[in-house]
């Protein structure tokens, strides 16, 4: 029987091997979309047969027991017959969360398993040169935001995140969630986990980005790459300083497409049912909408 082990900083290293074997772009095969969730959806995970195997909580209904998709070396059939077996054992019905759409309909067609989408779990997939760049007249008003930021705030230095920066960056950071005391336990999770990223940045192998004006941080990110996209895991700013998600935006962008030629995408994650946030999302124009399913399989 698998036995599964809590998610800890300790776990990243063994994680992450296993992560560039997806092929899907979500960013729930991400070291920031496991470890950053992982006391909130209590994920555990085991390795088994040279596959991990993630279990935790549902999106849809945390009070349910549910999988990731298994990756490794195992057949999906495989492994899918391997958590059935765990299922058995404890009484439980199988169910896998998060599902990418690509993978979604292959297992239906094979398994006959019930499926809903995940509608608030959507990933926003970008074209990473479009994001660098802002071209044509789709991306008007964005550079319009940028421009206005580097006129009227042009002694702003964008610098890599990194310990000369990071105490600065950590009271910032402080400043910033003492706005948000009233928050939902989702988000609340959200800050918590973003200081302790910050707290742990050299453990986690993010690359990250400041924007300072004078000595002022107006706004900071942190993500990661795996294969060909980067996933953002983190952007937090100073909305006084107009135009500066914009900037810090573009600008990291940039950056990271300049430094890592492989990188062709760039995942912005969910908007948790945010209706800002999905408006904001959907102003960047995303290539794909990356939908996610629940599959309930019959025992």
């Not at 964008?158 to 336990?185: G, H, I, M, V, W």
């Not at 953002?232 to 940039?254: C, P, Q, R, T």
Request: hydrophobic letters at 40%.
């Amino acid at each position: 029987m698998l036995v599964f082990k809590p998610v800890t900083l300790d776990s990243i290293a063994e994680i992450r091997e296993f992560l560039r074997l997806q092929p899907y772009r979500t960013c729930d095969f991400s070291i920031g979309g496991i470890y950053m969730w992982a006391s909130y959806f209590k994920y555990e995970y085991a390795i088994f047969e040279g596959t991990l195997f993630m279990k935790g909580l549902s999106e849809a209904d945390a009070s349910e027991l549910a999988f990731s998709l298994p990756l490794g070396a195992l057949p999906i059939k495989e492994s899918i017959e391997v958590l059935r077996e765990y299922c058995r054992a404890i009484n439980r019905e199988l169910v896998l969360s998060a599902v990418p759409e690509r993978a979604m309909q292959e297992l239906v067609d094979e398994y006959a398993c019930r499926n809903y989408k995940l509608e608030d779990w959507t990933d926003y997939l970008y074209d990473g040169k479009s994001l660098a760049t802002l071209p044509g007249t789709l991306y008007h008003k964005k550079r319009n935001h940028v421009s206005r930021f580097r006129r009227e705030y042009p002694e702003a230095v964008y610098s890599c995140l990194d310990q000369s920066n990071l105490d600065k960056t950590l009271a910032f950071f402080e400043r910033y969630r003492q706005q948000y005391d009233k928050l939902s336990p989702l988000y609340r999770n959200e800050m918590d986990m973003t200081e302790h990223v910050l707290r742990n940045f050299s453990l986690f192998r993010f690359l990250g980005a400041v924007l300072l004006v004078g000595d002022r941080v107006a706004g900071f990110t942190v993500g990661e790459i795996i294969n060909d996209t980067l996933y953002v895991h983190i952007e937090k700013a100073d909305k006084d300083f107009e135009g500066v998600y914009e900037a810090l935006n573009m600008k990291f962008a940039e950056d990271v497409l300049s430094a890592y030629p492989e990188v062709r995408y760039i995942n912005r994650e969910e908007d948790v049912g945010d209706e800002g946030l999905r408006k904001a999302k959907l102003s960047y124009h995303p290539v794909s909408l990356l939908g996610k399913y629940n599959l309930v399989f019959n025992n």
